[in-house]
Structures are given as C-alpha cells and as structure tokens.
C-alpha cells in the first residue's frame, strides 16, 4: 500500500512537473499575456475549490478505492484537454474547469489515504510522501524540458503522461485500501491549540459537514496552508513562463530551474522529516517561511543565472514542509474524518491557486512579471508570522520520534 501511495503521489509531481513548463508553450500556442493566462488559471482554480469543498467528503463516504478510481479517471480527462486546448481560449477554460476540480479531488484521495497509513503505522509518512511529489515534478520538468528542446511536440508530452495514469487507476483497482482506526493515540494533540475539532463537532451537531470550517486550530493551519499553496502555486504556474520568456533561457535551461526547486522540495522534505522529529512542527513551520522570503528576494534581485535558480533551491527547500504539515495535522484532529479534515485545509488552500494566479497576472501586466513574483516573498513572511502564533502540541517522545523514512 505504501508503494502504491509513493506512486500517486510521485505521477501528480510528474504532471505537476511538466505542466510548469509546458504551460509557456500551452499559453504561447494560444498567444496569452499573463493577464489572461491568469483569468484562465483562476477560472480551473475557482472550480477547484468548489469541487474540493462540495466533493471532498465522498472520499470518507465512497471509500478509497472508488473515490480515487473516479477522481482519476476524470483527471485522466482534463490531462488529455491540456493536449487539443490550443485551439482557442474558451476550450482552454473548460479544459481548466475538468483539470483542476479532478486534480484537488485527486489530491484529497491521496492525502486521506496518507493520513489512514500514519495512523496505523504511528509513523510520520507525510513528508517523505510529498517528496515523492516533489521528486516526481523534478523528473516532469527536467523530461518535459529537454523532450521541448528535442523538438518534440508539447501536445505529444501531455499525452504520453496518461500511460502512467492509466497504470495507476489499474492498481488502485487491484489494491485493498486500508482504513485507519477511528481513536488517536493517547496524549496527541493537533497542532494549534488545545482545542480539538471532534470537540467543536460535537458543540456544533453531530456529524455536520461544515463544523470544521468553525474550528479556529484547524483555521489556523489551512491560513499556513494558503500562503504555503499560494507560494507554491505560484512556482508551480509562472516560473517556468519567469525563466523561459521573462529572462529568455532556453526550454531545457528553463526546465532544469524548474527541476531545481522541486528538487530541492523533495531533498527538503526527507530532511525536515528529521528535523520535525527534533525542532518540532511550529520551529520547523517558523524556519520554512522565513527560508522561503529570502530566497525568492534573492531570485528577484538579480537576473544571473545562477543567483535566480539558487534562490529558486531556497524556495524549495522553504516550502517543503508547509503543506504536507498542514495535511498531517489536519487529518490527525479528526482522525474518524480524515478526508473531511483534509478537505477543509484543501479548499482553503486551493484559495492561494485562486488568489494568486489573477494576482500574479494582473501585477505583470501593471509592473512586469519579476516584480509581481514578490508575491511569494510575502508568502513566505507571512507563512513566518503566522507560525509564531501555533502552539506546539503536547507529545511524548514514543508519538514524537516514531517516524522514519519509510
């Protein structure tokens, strides 16, 4: 099970991978400034949302199995869009519309899935499975770059990512899905306050869907959840188009910097998985934003080369915790609905794709692109200012030092 959850995570960072760089080629094809790339963006990210927040709790309801055959499937959709959406914008929305809502739900399923293997297991798994992510959006982005280089049409790239995909929903359908126990480990405590959500949903009628979104610790983590999507998303949706038209590096040059941050993501997260063990969630949260302002500043104020892909490292490795953090301590408030939980910090979180894809592109088009990817400096701070305010839960060190690379 563990293997098969490594490679879901690791195909969505082989999309994630190639779709930062085609995405130049993509919005080249259909002649887009960053204006309206970003009112397309925010288009499949406004769907996103939506669906993550009405659809999200059919992963506990459905169960995994067919949730994920199903989120799949229609993410094999919207993949297979990306290649006949250069014919006009309109195709290219409703192309976003099917991509992004089928690829939160997707990324719901593999994270509920997640958190089902830490609570059996009573090992920290999170972190080393985004670096699977991570590594797989390495390679996306690195083959993507130098299959372009190769003269290979973009369309043929997307394409070929739905052999893999197909293989994956295969094995889902082959797999008998666990499901974890519906009691913590006694003396956890979720990150972010004293208060519990199963308290809140008992305060606020049994079983009701929504209670989560008025529980103030879990607030708290999907705000870090946001700037640490937003900043990511923003990584993951213009530095590409950054490296490839702003400073004009040549498509495998631009890939490679893309491949950077995303290595330096994965290297980031089988370290911090040590780290979180020793410094703790808020210490480790705390560092992450401060670690990713820096380097984007550094990317910014220069258009060297090396400097801005060695700001892109930092960025990486700043980033690497935030999300899978937040996933973790999320589903481990309400262990009994982990999917429900990590819905909640999904949605929100796809908030940042939302805000940032229209920010981003509406900045450049006022101030130029350099200057608008600031936003993900201040992400970054911001990221650190909120972190302070978390209060590190009350562990023993059996639940504390229990993780390991997997």
Not at 225 to 239: I, Y
């Amino acid at each position: 099970m563990l293997a098969l959850e490594l490679s879901a995570f690791g195909f969505f960072g082989l999309f994630a991978g190639c779709y930062a760089v085609l995405l130049a080629d993509l919005s080249g094809a259909l002649g887009l400034s960053p204006g309206p790339l970003g009112i397309a963006l925010f288009v499949g990210a406004g769907a996103a949302i939506a669906s993550t927040g009405a659809l999200g709790w059919a992963s506990d309801r459905l169960g995994r199995k067919a949730y994920l055959i199903l989120v799949s499937s229609a993410f094999g959709v919207g993949i297979a869009g990306l290649a006949l959406a250069g014919s006009s914008y309109p195709a290219l929305l409703a192309t976003l519309v099917v991509l992004y809502s089928a690829s939160g739900l997707y990324d719901v399923g593999m994270n509920a899935v997640a958190v089902d293997l830490e609570r059996l297991s009573g090992r920290r798994l999170m972190l080393y499975l985004h670096a699977a992510f991570s590594g797989g959006a390495m390679a996306g982005s690195l083959g993507a770059g130098a299959l372009r280089q190769a003269g290979v049409d973009y369309r043929l790239v997307y394409l070929a990512l739905l052999v893999p995909l197909a293989a994956l929903v295969l094995a889902f359908a082959a797999t008998r899905f666990p499901r974890a126990e519906a009691a913590g480990t006694e003396g956890e405590r979720p990150l972010g306050g004293e208060a519990s959500v199963a308290s809140t949903e008992a305060e606020g009628g049994a079983g009701g869907r929504w209670a989560l979104y008025r529980n103030g610790p879990l607030l708290l983590v999907a705000a870090i959840a946001f700037l640490g999507l937003l900043a990511e998303g923003e990584m993951f949706h213009w530095s590409g188009i950054y490296l490839r038209d702003t400073l004009g590096l040549t498509a495998v040059v631009g890939g490679s910097g893309v491949a950077v941050f995303y290595g330096a993501h994965a290297l980031g997260r089988l370290a911090i998985g040590w780290l979180v063990g020793r410094a703790g969630n808020r210490r480790t949260l705390v560092g992450s934003g401060a670690l990713a302002a820096v380097g984007m500043t550094l990317s910014l104020a220069t258009t060297v080369p090396a400097l801005v892909v060695g700001g892109f490292l930092l960025v990486g490795v700043g980033l690497a915790a935030v999300a899978p953090l937040a996933f973790s301590v999320a589903g481990n408030m309400v262990p009994e609905r982990a999917g429900s939980a990590v819905s909640v910090v999904t949605t929100i979180g796809y908030g940042g794709f939302l805000l940032g894809p229209p920010l981003v592109g509406g900045l450049a088009e006022a101030i130029g692109l350099r200057a608008a990817l600031g936003v993900i400096a201040v992400a970054g701070a911001a990221v650190f200012a909120l972190s302070l305010r978390l209060r590190e839960p009350k562990v023993g060190t059996a639940t504390e030092d229990g993780a390991g690379a997997p």
